[in-house]
């Protein structure tokens, strides 16, 4: 059996005739019959009933046809695959997002992306503060998203939207240590995440002279203030169900109030994107403009 044969007898089920799957195919209508022979001679079953004007399958043909069906998606999967090896695109792209970004619609966007490029895989690498520019700089992935950006010279920077952070306490919390201004915060635990490069990594929006708790999870950080065991900076898209249903209050005060972080997307600028990954640039740089 070959895929030829498989090819031949699917171009007859599609068409409805020897004739119509013969033209298809750009051959004479014999050579169409001859491979169905073959191929029927190698199973020892009839796949048509030829015994009316148009063929129709016969219980055989039925079952061999919906077997066969995986085949010819199989095949139109590698013949893709070749085409795509042949225009040079890259076999996999790494994307390292800051877990600050906008995720929900960010994600949407790369699933959309990836339909039109099958063949590439897309991989995506959730990181915290510097993390997503050390990568960057190190090669260690084509491309970022990251509202942190310390090295400038050595990267193309494009801002592509804005994320807004808000200071949340749970309501019970700041009822229960009556805050009414922003001196009551200090004997409250700020939740703040802590930046992998250590003492010379980033930090934002920490309060002077306040207690500190830091941990690495950024999940770990929204169950903590929800739990009311702190208060700290959150994305606002990841909070606002809570703070409509009031289970947090957003704290305003002098220095803690929210703010508008830009988000930017980052590369090596000595470093060139292949078909793919420029496509995929393009797009996320196409933020900007929705």
Do not use: C
């Not at 510097?130 to 193309?156: D, N, Y």
Request: charged share 30%; aromatic share 8%; hydrophobic share 35%.
């Amino acid at each position: 059996m070959t895929y030829d044969q498989v090819l031949v007898f699917h171009k007859i089920v599609e068409h409805g005739s020897f004739k119509a799957a013969a033209q298809s195919l750009h051959r004479t209508q014999p050579a169409v019959s001859f491979a169905i022979k073959k191929l029927e001679e190698e199973l020892g079953v009839d796949l048509f009933d030829r015994s009316q004007y148009r063929p129709s399958l016969t219980s055989y043909g039925q079952t061999f046809f919906e077997y066969s069906q995986k085949v010819m998606h199989g095949m139109s999967e590698l013949e893709g695959l070749t085409r795509s090896f042949h225009k040079e695109e890259e076999s996999e792209i790494l994307v390292t997002v800051d877990g600050i970004s906008p995720l929900p619609h960010l994600l949407k966007v790369f699933k959309e992306f990836q339909s039109g490029y099958p063949h590439t895989k897309i991989n995506l690498s959730l990181e915290i503060l510097s993390a997503t520019e050390k990568r960057i700089l190190a090669g260690e992935a084509q491309m970022g998203i990251t509202h942190f950006v310390s090295q400038k010279k050595e990267l193309e920077v494009i801002p592509i939207t804005k994320v807004k952070l808000v200071p949340v306490i749970s309501t019970h919390l700041f009822k229960e240590r009556d805050v009414k201004s922003q001196r009551d915060l200090y004997s409250i635990d700020q939740i703040v995440i802590e930046d992998p490069s250590g003492l010379n990594g980033v930090s934002f929006g920490i309060l002077e002279n306040g207690r500190q708790w830091r941990i690495k999870d950024s999940k770990f950080k929204n169950d903590i203030i929800l739990s009311g065991l702190g208060w700290g900076h959150l994305p606002e898209h990841e909070v606002s169900r809570e703070i409509h249903e009031g289970r947090l209050k957003v704290l305003k005060f002098e220095d803690i109030y929210p703010r508008d972080l830009d988000i930017k997307l980052i590369r090596l600028k000595n470093s060139p994107l292949g078909i793919v990954g420029k496509a995929l640039w393009d797009r996320l740089k196409a933020l900007r403009e929705e």
